[in-house]
């Protein structure tokens, strides 16, 4: 019974063990490889898909990563890398009453102090809120707030102009009557565009505009609880004219908040620390403001984002390992299931190590198949989620090349036992199995 089995399989199979083992040893065996698996569609597709998942996971959450990233990176340069940004905080009129009695708030002598004391402060602007009851022009109407600035305060805020030009220190100086609307206000006051020159009324004051902002970039309304992009909603003045044109609340600091820009090489962290101890010292202990560093909160964002990065790579990594242990379920299956054709091989001059190519080869062929597919649904996942989610995806050439690395390297690891046990095979064992 036996012999009648091996001679059907020999006369059946011999011209092609015969090609496969030549195969073996003269050429590559990528397309007997392919062959193979395109044998069993379902199965190997099967087998894909836990690969397919991991690379997949594994590109959108770190192109996500990345994305958000950049996107707080550009959020953080409109505040101004290099700046400490220091507001003073609002109380209720019996807390500020009581305040008053120790603190006069921020004030110009504030700044004088920090830039006579503080290592590294090259510029500075401050900011003054006017209690604003109206904006108009010939033609509309905004619901803006007007704020007094120092001519400094567009350079340290990162202010691109549309049109027309920023203060002069003369004009800072003289308390002159001119104005630089944000994008919104400016739509608002002069539909047509043409507001160059034109006349705006603050409250009972008329201003001449002489600036026109672009809109600034701000990838959304907020970042690590600081409210971003109100310049578009806002008429800038200079600081001087805010200060004798228009009346202030009695209880009011004299200025709202002021900005000091760092050279390149101080240390931020160290500066903050800095200046916040000589404002209590100046303020007698009073905590009536808020110190912001931006370049702290990209820190802060960058290692939230670190552990995020981390945190999803590693469940997209076991998706990984999932897809690696199918793979060598497949292949210890494959080799049961083919080992009389092993032994056939073996009979015919295929030596172990040709065996063990075979079936490394067609693991690393499923991994190297799954990790494309994998790509392809990686930039697809990553699309879908960022326009449902908003989210900013910035692509990733090293997150492609490493998880497509990681996945070829699953492949061939996990594919090395079954391929081992194939060509300890022996030869007549083989033949006789059933």
């Given at each position: 019974?036996?012999?009648?089995?091996?001679?059907?399989?020999?006369?059946?199979?011999?011209?092609?063990?015969?090609?496969?083992?030549?195969?073996?040893?003269?050429?590559?065996?990528?397309?007997?490889?392919?062959?193979?698996?395109?044998?069993?569609?379902?199965?190997?597709?099967?087998?894909?898909?836990?690969?397919?998942?991991?690379?997949?996971?594994?590109?959108?959450?770190?192109?996500?990563?990345?994305g958000a990233e950049r996107e707080a990176l550009k959020t953080i340069e409109t505040m101004g890398l290099r700046n400490l940004i220091v507001e003073g905080r609002k109380f209720d009129e019996k807390t500020l009453q009581e305040q008053r009695?120790?603190?006069?708030?921020?004030?110009?002598?504030?700044?004088?102090?920090?830039?006579?004391?503080?290592?590294?402060?090259?510029?500075?602007?401050?900011?003054?809120?006017?209690?604003?009851?109206?904006?108009?022009?010939?033609?509309?109407?905004?619901?803006?707030?007007?704020?007094?600035?120092?001519?400094?305060?567009?350079?340290?805020?990162?202010?691109?102009?549309?049109?027309?030009?920023?203060?002069?220190?003369?004009?800072?100086?003289?308390?002159?009557?001119?104005?630089?609307?944000?994008?919104?206000?400016?739509?608002?006051?002069?539909?047509?565009?043409?507001?160059?020159?034109?006349?705006?009324?603050?409250?009972?004051?008329?201003?001449?505009?002489?600036?026109?902002?672009?809109?600034?970039?701000?990838?959304?309304?907020?970042?690590?609880?600081?409210?971003?992009?109100?310049?578009?909603?806002?008429?800038?003045m200079p600081l001087n004219t805010a200060q004798t044109r228009f009346k202030a609340e009695p209880l009011s600091a004299e200025l709202t908040s002021f900005r000091l820009q760092l050279a390149e090489d101080a240390n931020n962290a160290l500066s903050a620390r800095a200046l916040d101890f000589l404002l209590k010292q100046r303020h007698n202990d009073i905590d009536d403001y808020n110190i912001i560093v931006p370049a702290a909160l990209l820190a802060q964002q960058k290692?939230?984002?670190?552990?995020?990065?981390?945190?999803?790579?590693?469940?997209?990594?076991?998706?990984?390992?999932?897809?690696?242990?199918?793979?060598?379920?497949?292949?210890?299956?494959?080799?049961?299931?083919?080992?009389?054709?092993?032994?056939?091989?073996?009979?015919?001059?295929?030596?172990?190590?040709?065996?063990?190519?075979?079936?490394?080869?067609?693991?690393?062929?499923?991994?190297?198949?799954?990790?494309?597919?994998?790509?392809?649904?990686?930039?697809?996942?990553?699309?879908?989620?960022?326009?449902?989610?908003?989210?900013?995806?910035?692509?990733?050439?090293?997150?492609?090349?490493?998880?497509?690395?990681?996945?070829?390297?699953?492949?061939?690891?996990?594919?090395?036992?079954?391929?081992?046990?194939?060509?300890?095979?022996?030869?007549?064992?083989?033949?006789?199995?059933?």
């Open positions: 019974m036996l012999k009648s089995v091996l001679v059907l399989l020999l006369a059946m199979k011999l011209p092609l063990l015969i090609r496969k083992a030549d195969t073996m040893k003269h050429t590559p065996l990528i397309k007997d490889t392919l062959a193979e698996l395109a044998q069993h569609k379902l199965r190997t597709f099967l087998t894909l898909l836990g690969m397919i998942f991991g690379v997949g996971a594994v590109i959108a959450m770190l192109n996500i990563g990345e009695k120790h603190s006069l708030g921020l004030n110009q002598s504030d700044i004088d102090a920090a830039v006579a004391t503080i290592p590294g402060v090259i510029s500075y602007s401050a900011e003054r809120t006017i209690d604003t009851h109206g904006i108009y022009s010939h033609d509309g109407k905004s619901d803006g707030i007007a704020i007094g600035v120092s001519p400094s305060y567009m350079a340290l805020s990162k202010l691109q102009f549309v049109s027309g030009r920023n203060f002069s220190e003369q004009e800072n100086r003289y308390a002159a009557q001119v104005a630089i609307l944000g994008a919104r206000v400016a739509q608002s006051l002069f539909p047509n565009g043409d507001a160059l020159g034109k006349p705006v009324k603050v409250n009972h004051v008329w201003l001449q505009v002489v600036g026109v902002l672009a809109e600034p970039y701000a990838g959304s309304n907020e970042f690590q609880g600081i409210k971003l992009g109100g310049e578009q909603n806002q008429l800038f290692q939230t984002q670190q552990i995020f990065n981390i945190v999803m790579s590693c469940v997209a990594g076991i998706s990984l390992l999932v897809g690696g242990i199918g793979i060598m379920n497949i292949m210890l299956a494959t080799v049961l299931e083919r080992t009389k054709e092993i032994g056939l091989l073996r009979a015919i001059g295929a030596t172990r190590r040709d065996i063990k190519i075979q079936f490394v080869a067609e693991s690393f062929a499923i991994a190297i198949l799954g990790g494309l597919l994998g790509i392809v649904f990686g930039i697809l996942l990553s699309e879908l989620i960022a326009f449902y989610s908003d989210w900013a995806v910035s692509w990733s050439l090293l997150a492609i090349g490493l998880s497509f690395s990681i996945c070829a390297l699953i492949g061939v690891a996990f594919g090395v036992y079954p391929a081992i046990k194939a060509s300890e095979l022996d030869p007549i064992t083989a033949l006789q199995s059933e």
